[in-house]
């Protein structure tokens, strides 16, 4: 089945990209959800529509992220954590946590899926600072600090 993606599908592809799905897939979940439709002849000729779309959404997206970047770099985010007397949480950092903070900070939809813990891996179990980068868009990256502190 010939499908047209209606939204972007991480990991799968973009607004008005033309994919060949298996029929369960397409008729079960990409067209209930409305997140694809029917590759007709007439959908086909909205494809460029949709392509002009997308290409306005990403620069409005990424005049966005470059805004964000000066804010991000020079944040640092505080998380007060029970932790032993030997530095380490009883409860790690996670990466939705750190997101919804910058949300708020920044004052615009950061993803957890955008924040890189590096070295960390996918929690924060010490306490200390730790820099941390985050993708506002693709390809423009921020790093910034957060601190965590014992209760």
Same mark, same amino acid.
């Not at 089945?1 to 209606?6: F, Y």
């Not at 992220?65 to 000066?70: P, Q």
């Given at each position: 089945?010939? *499908? *047209? /993606? /209606?939204q972007n @599908?991480?990991?799968y592809g973009q607004i008005g990209d033309v994919k060949n799905v298996s029929d369960g897939y397409g008729k079960n979940y990409l067209l209930p959800r409305k997140m694809a439709k029917l590759a007709t002849d007439g959908a086909l000729n909205e494809v460029s529509a949709l392509k002009k779309k997308l290409e306005a959404t990403l620069k409005? +997206? $990424?005049e966005k =992220? /470059? +805004? =964000?970047?000066?804010r991000?770099?020079?944040l640092v985010l505080e998380f007060t954590k029970k932790a032993s007397k030997a530095g380490k949480l009883y409860s790690s950092l996670t990466k939705e946590e750190v997101a919804q903070e910058l949300s708020k900070a920044v004052g615009a939809k950061v993803e957890a899926d955008s924040v890189d813990f590096? &070295?960390?891996g996918e929690h *924060? $179990?010490?306490l200390g600072e730790h820099m941390i980068e985050v993708e506002l868009a693709p &390809? @423009? $990256?921020a790093e910034f600090k957060v601190s965590i502190k014992s209760e």
């Open positions: 089945m010939k *499908i *047209i /993606l /209606l @599908i991480k990991g409005m +997206e $990424k =992220a /470059l +805004e =964000a970047v000066g991000v770099r020079d590096k &070295e960390h *924060i $179990k010490k &390809e @423009i $990256k």
